[in-house]
């Protein structure tokens, strides 16, 4: 991908990233070292590719398919969301929204299966009872899916 810095002196803290063309346009405090704009721009860099690759997933289907499949309520609204970075998902019973973190799109198939179903269940239990995990566990690589998260979390 090709990307273009530009470092501002009127830009303090923040940086930003914006596709311009086919160009990652990088924008950095004008007072940030070598090594921090390198950490920066591959940074940014992985956000886009992230949330390009992220595009072609179409959630709503694949969380219908996995609500039939494992016998669980189906979300009233399903998206990906760039801001979650403490929970791979999270669920809104009352109104059956289902938000899916962004950093999850980058996991195997099989992983972001979890998450869904994860969520899906929360649609008929709200906690983690012995109940909700009878739900999740009907999912047949939930323990693999749950290492997988383990890990990925330890990075």
């Known amino acids: 991908m090709k990307t273009e810095v ?3 002196p009127r830009r303090k803290k923040t940086v930003e990233a914006r596709m311009v ?3 990652l346009r990088v924008l950095l405090p004008a007072s ?3 090594e921090e704009e390198e950490h920066w721009v591959g940074e940014m860099v992985r ?3 992230r ?3 992220s595009d072609h997933i179409d959630l709503s289907s694949r969380a219908r398919a996995l609500a039939r499949r494992y016998g669980l309520p189906e979300a009233a609204s399903i998206a990906v969301s760039p801001r979650q970075r403490a929970r791979w998902g999270s669920c809104s019973p009352e ?5 899916i973190s962004s950093q999850v799109l980058a996991f195997p198939a ?5 998450v869904i179903v994860h969520e899906l269940a929360h649609l008929i239990e709200a906690n983690h009872s012995v109940r909700f995990w009878g739900l999740v ?8 899916a749950r290492g997988f998260l383990i890990a990925a979390q330890d990075r």
Do not use: F, H
Request: without cysteine.
């Open 6 to 8: 530009i470092r501002s």
């Open 21 to 23: 063309g086919d160009t």
């Open 32 to 34: 940030l070292t070598r």
């Open 47 to 49: 956000r886009v590719e």
């Open 51 to 53: 949330k390009t690759k």
């Open 95 to 99: 109104t059956g929204a289902v938000r």
């Open 110 to 114: 099989w992983v972001l299966d979890y």
């Open 137 to 144: 566990n009907r999912y047949e690589l939930s323990e693999r």
